[in-house]
């Protein structure tokens, strides 16, 4: 079936360290993808998005890459900051499905 | 404005009662869901709608019910049958959640937060 699955938190790292998210997915088809954020007692913001392989969508410093080889979908930002501590989403959508299916989520807390 | 909205933002229920949450958006999206997410978790889907007068289903169904009587309106009622209901619920919309392109994001509301007592 279709899956994603996105390494576990919490994510600790310091103030302007280099940031990694993995996340990889499984689709009969041609997906979307997405990273979602959340921020404590908030809803889910769409942070990016690519919509076919080799696409690289970005956003706030943020980026992640559609590798169709791999089927991955990694998140990384080059120097984080305290404001990006919240909970970060993998999703993929199929045009099939009409619906989207989530990662359990990977929580991140930068400290100062 | 546009987007999504959510009321309440924090909803107290005594056992035995049912609820509705409110989801309203004027994005003019065809597509409206339903998620509920519980602490530390994922979210899980519990229906949606593509379409006016008709939704379908989701993953965790049992002891919710919805309506989409209108195109930017689509309510979710918390019966008394779901046993474990304090959760943190979430809305969302899409455009066409069948083109496979850009349209198929989906966007969300702020939550409500219900609390059984």
């Known amino acids: 079936g279709n899956s994603v699955t996105q390494m576990e938190g919490p994510v600790t790292l310091s103030e302007e360290a280099f940031l990694t998210i993995n996340c990889t997915y499984t689709?009969?088809?041609?997906?979307?993808l997405f990273w979602y954020v959340q921020y404590p007692g908030e809803g889910l913001q769409l942070l990016l998005k690519?919509?076919?392989?080799?696409d690289k969508g970005s956003n706030k410093g943020f980026e992640a890459t559609y590798r169709k080889e791999t089927t991955s979908f990694h998140l990384e930002k080059g120097s984080v900051q305290v404001s990006d501590s919240a909970v970060y989403f993998c999703?993929?959508?199929?045009?099939?499905?009409?619906?989207?299916?989530f990662g359990s989520g990977t929580r991140l807390s930068i400290r100062p | 404005d546009g987007g999504i909205t959510q009321s309440p933002k924090y909803l107290f229920r005594k056992e035995g009662q049912n609820v509705t949450l409110s989801c309203e958006q004027n994005?003019?999206?065809?597509?409206m869901y339903w998620y509920r997410q519980d602490p530390g978790q994922g979210l899980r889907l519990i229906y949606y709608?593509?379409?006016?007068?008709?939704?379908q289903k989701g993953d965790i169904a049992e002891g919710y019910s919805v309506s989409r009587e209108k195109k930017e309106s689509f309510p979710l009622t918390v019966t008394s049958a779901q046993k474990n209901p304090t959760a943190f619920y979430l809305c969302?919309?899409?455009?066409?959640?069948?083109?496979?392109?850009?349209?198929?994001?989906?966007?969300f509301g702020p939550g409500t937060r219900l609390t059984v007592l």
């Open positions: 709608s593509q379409i006016v007068n008709d939704f």
């Open positions: 689709a009969t088809g041609y997906p979307s």
């Open positions: 690519a919509t076919k392989a080799d």
């Open positions: 994005l003019n999206h065809d597509a």
């Open positions: 999703a993929l959508s199929l045009s099939s499905a009409s619906k989207i299916i």
């Open positions: 969302a919309s899409s455009m066409d959640p069948t083109s496979g392109g850009p349209t198929d994001t989906q966007y």
